[in-house]
């Protein structure tokens, strides 16, 4: 390879603290590559004035002529086929970004709790801009195809997740990227013996442990900028194709959605158990006929996002369903927080809460055989929101009628759900992402799963809660839209309205707000998400991260 001409430039834009360094050791390891070490770390001194330890070291030991640094090293001779720059995103400024169309970009992230519990060591008041997430969003949608790596799942599974890295590089995966030999290496920046002591211990990638001590109060604001940028880039993440024990089943990981949920522990009938070992009686009345009542809650940030609410609306539909010794409001709390912190989850996890009205002592229909109390059931996973509410999902309209009250009051929220099975069907063999319901007038009701809201006039418009769910998400959607001066009414809706809808959207905690661009075969306005939605969407993530219940750990 000539030294004037490289043939892949790989610039690593990561987050501050993070596991970048031992990603550039792995580099390393190629025959094919050579490191360089924030070569723009001197440029960003110069000219942000930060004051970093060793910080007047590197200004002399590097270059901080940013333009100059980009020609001269990131653009310069290479003496092997790959050039490899560890950089990192904060470092990306006063500068030309045209010479990033010649390099090849990866983003590394890592949850911003990680980070500022971290980065607060070494700069005690950090900013937004010193975490770097701004600039590594921009880099997202400037480069829409550049591979996103997060640490964590990087760190638990670093074999599937370099082989991924590579083959969106184009490059051959080499099983000796996972080991490298302890101490300092010499494309090192001078800053090393401040910053990489860790690092230099190592001999590969260690095992990913959450980090459970409390961040600092005063973090928490600059925690709340961060959060909704790092789940944007998060939602992009190569994601890991295994767990880290050996004893974990390949089978049972290679099905799951997010291979961690092999480990987790579920809180059944007052007792935790593995996932393995988490089931209910034969005589449970949710086997022997969906007799149970459910939430749905999700994990933001260290908080549980409407915990009240849907703590409110179990109880109330064990009333309405006569429920006996039903669990009180606080006995409930203790078994989440418990069950959400065997499984080291704060972020990024939804929790299936279920209430069954319990053993039976024969089989058969009468609640006269419930004699031993509910059933309570706390299921917590790894799991993002199930749409992807950037693009948007489709509809068809289903056959199957949601209930009327005089059948069966949609306000109990209860387990009986082969109305809306039946209706999930349809969408599946019509390959799009959910049905819409009609009531048995004819009118919009719901999806199988999700309130609906459609946009006509400037106005936002959502069916009356009579044969759908007045959902929680619902609640919070009015509100936002109410204190952005946007009218809302609830009213009855026909399909034609809809088809011709400027926009429309859905509303749950498992999807929270996502657009529709496509219902029956229908373009819903210009097939992309309209202003009215993507505001709320953004109103809607700044509420989930600075309300909800705080976790006790």
């Not at 470092?91 to 970009?105: E, M, P, R, S």
């Not at 549980?304 to 009180?328: G, N, Q, T």
């Not at 409930?332 to 929790?351: C, Q, S, W, Y």
């Not at 489709?394 to 949601?402: D, G």
Request: hydrophobic letters at 40%.
């Amino acid at each position: 390879m000539s030294e004037a001409n490289p043939g892949k430039r790989i610039c690593l834009w990561s987050g501050p603290r993070n596991v970048s360094t031992a990603l550039m050791y792995s580099f390393a390891q190629r025959a094919d590559t050579r490191c360089v070490d924030e070569p723009l770390y001197g440029h960003y001194l110069e000219v942000s004035g930060a004051r970093h330890p060793g910080g007047d070291e590197v200004v002399r030991a590097l270059d901080t002529d940013g333009e100059r640094v980009v020609r001269e090293v990131v653009l310069g001779p290479s003496v092997r086929p790959v050039l490899f720059l560890k950089m990192m995103a904060h470092h990306l400024i006063a500068l030309d970004w045209g010479f990033l169309d010649q390099t090849v970009n990866v983003i590394l992230t890592r949850d911003p709790r990680e980070v500022l519990a971290s980065l607060v060591r070494q700069v005690p008041q950090p900013r937004l801009a010193d975490t770097g997430y701004e600039v590594q969003l921009r880099l997202s949608e400037r480069f829409p195809d550049a591979p996103v790596v997060d640490a964590r799942e990087l760190l638990t599974d670093p074999p599937g997740v370099l082989a991924e890295l590579c083959r969106r590089l184009s490059l051959d995966f080499d099983p000796g990227m996972l080991s490298w030999p302890p101490g300092a290496k010499s494309c090192d920046g001078v800053w090393a013996p401040h910053w990489y002591h860790n690092v230099h211990r190592s001999t590969g990638f260690q095992p990913y442990r959450p980090k459970t001590r409390p961040l600092d109060p005063a973090l928490e604001p600059l925690l709340a900028e961060c959060r909704p940028l790092y789940r944007t880039l998060y939602a992009r993440a190569i994601r890991a194709t295994r767990g880290t024990s050996m004893t974990d089943s390949p089978p049972l990981r290679e099905l799951l959605p997010d291979p961690r949920n092999a480990d987790i522990k579920v809180h059944v009938g007052g007792r935790l158990v593995p996932r393995a070992e988490a089931r209910v009686s034969v005589f449970d009345s949710v086997v022997q006929g969906g007799d149970a009542v459910w939430e749905g809650l999700r994990v933001y940030d260290g908080r549980i996002f409407m915990l009240d609410a849907h703590l409110e609306r179990l109880l109330d539909s064990a009333k309405a369903l006569a429920f006996a010794a039903v669990p009180d409001r606080d006995a409930v709390k203790a078994a989440i927080f418990e069950t959400l912190e065997a499984n080291g989850m704060r972020d990024a996890a939804h929790i299936r809460l279920t209430l069954t009205r319990g053993e039976k002592t024969t089989s058969g229909m009468s609640p006269e055989f419930n004699r031993f109390g509910p059933t309570l059931i706390v299921l917590a996973e790894w799991k993002p929101p199930v749409y992807d509410n950037s693009a948007g999902v489709r509809l068809i309209t289903s056959a199957i009628r949601r209930n009327t009250p005089s059948c069966l009051d949609s306000k109990i929220h209860h387990n009986n759900l082969l109305n809306n099975i039946l209706a999930k069907i349809q969408a599946n063999l019509a390959g799009v992402d959910d049905a819409l319901m009609l009531d048995l007038n004819g009118f919009l009701s719901e999806t199988n799963a999700t309130n609906v809201f459609i946009v006509r006039d400037g106005v936002l418009l959502t069916p009356h809660a009579d044969a759908c769910l007045p959902g929680i998400t619902r609640g919070v959607v009015i509100d936002l839209a109410g204190e952005a001066g946007i009218a809302c009414r609830q009213t009855n809706l026909s399909l034609a309205q809809a088809y011709t809808a400027a926009e429309m959207f859905t509303t749950g905690t498992m999807g929270e707000l996502s657009p529709v661009i496509e219902l029956d075969g229908r373009v819903i306005g210009d097939g992309r998400p309209g202003p009215v939605t993507r505001g709320l969407q953004r109103a809607y993530r700044q509420r989930t991260a600075s309300l909800g219940e705080p976790l006790p750990f």
